[in-house]
């Protein structure tokens, strides 16, 4: 049986990839029943790797690591005629791993037709929130709602660092044995986008001083000051953008199509564009401008956002 296993969530993957390792290692507990090739090897390669069987006459799984992505015509048709020929088969047995695929191109077509073919997309919000929990219960932990939104916020589709930071925050909380937003806020950093959402929280709040303070962190911390404000202006243009669309009766699914954001970054802008008329973000809008081009000069930029919280109040 020739399977393809393809897609950008690496866990989900690799899960499954260990799975059909492990079925195999039954009867070759050594592993010498398993023949790693990628794309440095031919179709010729995985066709005399698929005709062996190991020393112990086990069947064989034949592993085959980002072959198709780069793969030529020449050997497209020879892939597409060994798969034609082994797809269903009994005793010739291959594992294609890939993250992205073609699906217009010959070989994902043969694939389809005569062998198995698995996708694992990277998980939407809702599911990273229920991969969050389920990761916490199988280790024994609790995470509370808030800690849990903001995890999904900080790691956004990276699996790998969710798994990471995850390693961390059970380490952190071994004692109570319970993930909170403060373990969140101690250990993990704020990406730049992070801090920008949380700089809209102050100003929506009218909490400019903290406002000021943030700003002043990261000038500290010697951050791009040009490219934080260039940030700012995004996340306004965004709100204002979005804010528009809805004042003009259109649905969230149309609005998510126009203004083409990941659907995280879409949702915590929505939400705090509620905290703003148009005409107030319009306004801000400007004066993030006129910001924009102070800090760009020779003025100093701490005194330049200072006056810039005073316009907007």
């Given at each position: 049986m ?55 006459g ?31 088969s ?12 073609d ?9 389809k037709k005569?062998?198995s ?27 509370d709602?808030?800690?849990q ?25 071994r ?13 993990i ?5 992070e ?10 709040k ?10 002043n ?12 404000v ?15 669309l809805?004042?003009?009766?259109r ?37 993030i401008?006129?910001?924009d ?21």
């Open positions: 020739l399977y393809l296993y393809f897609g950008d969530d690496p866990s989900a993957l690799q899960k499954q990839v260990d799975l059909v390792k492990n079925a195999f290692k039954k009867n070759a507990p050594s592993g010498l029943n398993i023949v790693s090739l990628d794309n440095e090897n031919t179709v010729s390669d995985i066709a005399g790797a698929l005709k062996n069987r190991s020393l112990f086990a069947l064989t799984l034949v592993v085959v690591k980002d072959f198709i992505k780069k793969i030529k015509k020449a050997d497209a048709d020879a892939l597409v005629t060994l798969v034609e020929k082994h797809g269903k009994k005793t010739a047995n291959a594992l294609f791993l890939e993250r992205k695929v699906k217009k191109r010959r070989p994902y077509k043969a694939f005569h062998a073919i698995k996708e694992y997309p990277l998980p939407k919000e809702s599911e990273i929130k229920q991969r969050i929990s389920a990761t916490c219960k199988e280790r024994g932990y609790a995470i709602a808030q800690a939104q903001k995890l999904a916020f900080s790691v956004g589709q990276n699996l790998v660092r969710l798994s990471n930071e995850l390693d961390k925050l059970c380490a952190y909380s004692d109570s044995k319970t993930i909170t937003e403060e373990d969140i806020d101690a250990l950093p704020k990406t730049t986008e801090t920008i959402f949380v700089f809209i929280e102050y100003v929506a009218n909490d400019f001083n903290k406002a000021l303070s943030l700003f962190e990261n000038l500290k911390k010697g951050e791009n000051i040009p490219y934080i260039s940030m700012i202006a995004y996340q306004f243009r965004n709100m204002l953008l979005i804010k528009s809805q004042d003009e009766g649905s969230e699914q149309e609005i998510l199509s126009e203004v083409r954001m990941h659907p995280f970054v879409f949702n915590k802008t929505k939400v705090l564009a509620e905290n703003f008329s148009v005409v107030k973000l319009k306004q801000i809008y400007k004066y401008l006129v910001l081009s102070t800090v760009k000069s020779n003025t100093k930029s701490e005194d330049a956002f200072q006056s810039f919280l005073v316009s907007i109040r």
